[in-house]
Nanobody
Framework: QVQLVESGGGLVQAGESLRLSCVATGNFVINNGGWYRQAPGNQREWLASITSGGVTNYGYSAKGRFTISRDNAKNTVYLQMNSLKLEDTAVYYC??????WGQGTQVTVSS
């Protein structure tokens, strides 16, 4: 059974950084992966994607501050988030194709 375990969220001050991790377990190899987030009252927003070959794409909110990466040996996808802003406060989810989702990790940015 495939399970995605996310970690790395927390409470930080504006301008600080966090790195989120998403590891897949259950005899499953990550192919294409991505990160999303959902703030209270908002729809889930796509942030970034990475292919099995390492090609990346970013949504508007992530461009310039967030970096998606992967470590195939660890079967893990990461999201490095820099210069965090108050509006980055949300629950962050990883998604691995075909349609597996992590449980979400809370990121809270304070002033």
């Amino acid at each position: 059974q495939v399970q995605l375990v996310e970690s790395g969220g927390g409470l930080v001050q504006a301008g600080e950084s966090l790195r989120l991790s998403c590891v897949a377990t259950g005899n499953f190899v990550i192919n294409n992966g991505g990160w999303y987030r959902q703030a209270p009252g908002n729809q889930r927003e796509w942030l970034a994607s990475i292919t099995s070959g390492g090609v990346t794409n970013y949504g508007y909110s992530a461009k310039g501050r967030f970096t998606i990466s992967r470590d195939n040996a660890k079967n893990t996808v990461y999201l490095q988030m820099n210069s965090l802003k108050l509006e980055d406060t949300a629950v962050y989810y990883c998604k691995i194709e075909p349609d597996y989702w992590g449980q979400g990790t809370q990121v809270t940015v304070s002033s």
